[in-house]
């Protein structure tokens, strides 16, 4: 078990509620009385070291969705499989499934603040109590139970406050950087494209 000096800590499962995402499978049956609805999914690919990636979300028409499998802005998506990656959900990410390979936290109580329970859970030390609890042979995955078992620094407010002020500034600078890569390489294939077969010059 993790200990941080002069910090307080708690299980997780006291500080947040956990919904284990919903079965694809059960989510794609739709009734005979419902021509089901589009629904963006959080696929494996979908949630990355580098937060959610809008760009590969996957739009299914689903017959069945859980409402508490929804994401709302200020949730935290945890992977339950390795190598564990969570992200902070802002109104961007917000309508999206999650399915049962990833659980949602959402705050029990007013005095944590997710942004802060998506950094800490993003550190070496968190990611490696996880897989310390996870079972499984082939797949290691870690359970509802383990995830709720998981003891995390809660230090003051205002030192949780800062952490998701920084943590907030990196994932929009990230997903900047995402952005800007995206259209380095369509520029760049475009390019290729046009020398390679209209002759014209890059």
């Known amino acids: 078990m993790l200990e941080s000096k002069n910090i307080d800590s ?3 499962g006291d500080l947040c509620d956990i919904v284990v ?5 059960r989510a794609r049956r739709i009734p005979e009385s419902s021509s089901g609805e589009t629904v963006g999914v959080i696929t494996q690919k979908t949630l990355t070291a580098d ?20 994401t709302s802005p200020g949730d935290v998506i945890v992977k339950l499989t390795t190598p564990y990656d969570c992200a902070y959900i802002n109104s961007d990410c917000a309508g999206l499934l999650v399915v049962s390979a990833a659980a949602i936290l959402r705050p029990r109580k007013r005095s944590v ?7 800490v859970l993003g550190t070496p030390q968190l990611k490696g109590e996880l897989r310390l609890a996870s079972i499984g042979a ?6 509802k139970s383990g995830l709720a078992n998981l003891v995390i620094p809660v230090p003051s407010v ?31 294939a475009a390019s290729v494209s046009a020398a390679a077969f209209h002759n014209e010059d890059i």
């Open 10 to 12: 708690a299980r997780l």
């Open 21 to 25: 995402g919903m079965p694809l499978s």
């Open 51 to 70: 937060g959610i990636d809008l760009e590969e979300v996957s739009y299914e028409v689903l017959g069945q969705v859980r409402k508490a499998c929804i």
């Open 113 to 119: 603040n997710m942004r802060w329970i998506a950094a």
């Open 138 to 143: 082939s797949i290691q995955m870690i359970k």
């Open 158 to 188: 205002e030192k949780q406050e800062h952490v998701a002020s920084v943590h907030e500034r990196v994932e929009s600078f990230k997903s900047s950087c995402r952005r800007s890569m995206r259209l380095a390489d369509t520029f760049l």
